[in-house]
């Protein structure tokens, strides 16, 4: 009986050392990883509670078609940009004539009245017309240029097709700006950012070109891992997983990610 007593006595030393012995504490979650992973989310799913509930992004070739315009500037920018777009995606991303393009690119003064004008070039991807002409009236007082994209991504299929209408009566910079923003935000960042973002996905219009910051969010977001019809909890620690590799390999060429 003695010894069980021990045995017992020495297991209950063991159980309060076990008890008492301070937990490890988690390392706080870095800032600047976090804040990149917030405006991923926000450009990707849009603001909580009112945004898209699944991922979207392009799985197959792009085939870019420019309309509305025979300047060779506005054609050599858009050129520029699609290659550029390609390069950070990974998508094949070419020229097509119009009938066999899946992403029509349309300049014009009034966007607006160009998606009215031109809505039998993509009707046959509107499924509500009465509907979509509401959408165009309510947009039209406060966007300068816009975009629509069709796909099956909520059942797990990429984005398949899509229109941007980039403004010309307002200056080379609103051509500009138009051309990348709206041309980007259709591969899949669908929403802006908040007005203070580094971004040209912010509100503001201060930068027209993509950042530092947009084109890591879009190298984020063509990542194989991400896919299609993902809801934020599933992808989060994969978008995670894929911002830290991009840092790595950034850091290994003495390079910043946003800067």
């Not at 045995?7 to 076990?18: E, K, P, Q, Y």
């Not at 997983?241 to 946003?258: D, K, N």
Request: aromatic share 8%; with cysteine; net charge neutral.
């Amino acid at each position: 009986m003695g010894k069980s007593v021990a045995r017992w006595a020495l297991a209950g030393v063991l159980l309060l050392t076990a008890c008492t012995a301070p937990t490890p504490q988690a390392a706080p979650p870095d800032p600047t990883e976090q804040a990149l992973l917030d405006d991923f989310r926000r450009a990707v799913y849009g603001p909580a509670g009112t945004g898209n509930r699944h991922l979207a992004k392009w799985t197959g070739p792009i085939r870019a078609a420019v309309i509305g315009t025979d300047r060779s500037d506005y054609r050599a920018a858009a050129r520029r940009h699609l290659a550029d777009l390609a390069d950070l995606t990974g998508l094949a991303v070419d020229e097509a004539p119009e009938a066999q393009a899946n992403l029509l690119l349309f300049y014009a003064d009034d966007p607006f009245a160009a998606a009215r004008d031109h809505r039998a070039r993509f009707a046959h991807r509107i499924p509500d017309p009465a509907a979509f002409g509401k959408r165009l009236d309510v947009m039209a007082p406060g966007a300068t240029c816009f975009g629509f994209v069709w796909g099956g991504w909520p059942g797990g299929r990429g984005i398949d097709f899509a229109v941007v209408f980039i403004r010309t009566d307002r200056g080379e910079r609103t051509v500009g700006g138009c051309l990348v923003q709206q041309t980007t935000q259709v591969l899949g960042l669908l929403y802006d950012l908040d007005s203070s973002a580094e971004s040209v996905f912010g509100d503001a219009g201060a930068y027209i070109d993509l950042t530092a910051r947009d084109r890591l969010l879009l190298q984020m977001l063509y990542d194989p891992s991400l896919r299609p019809g993902m809801g934020w909890t599933e992808a989060e620690p994969l978008a995670r997983a894929t911002f830290r590799a991009l840092l790595q390999r950034t850091a290994a060429v003495g390079g910043s990610l946003t800067r």
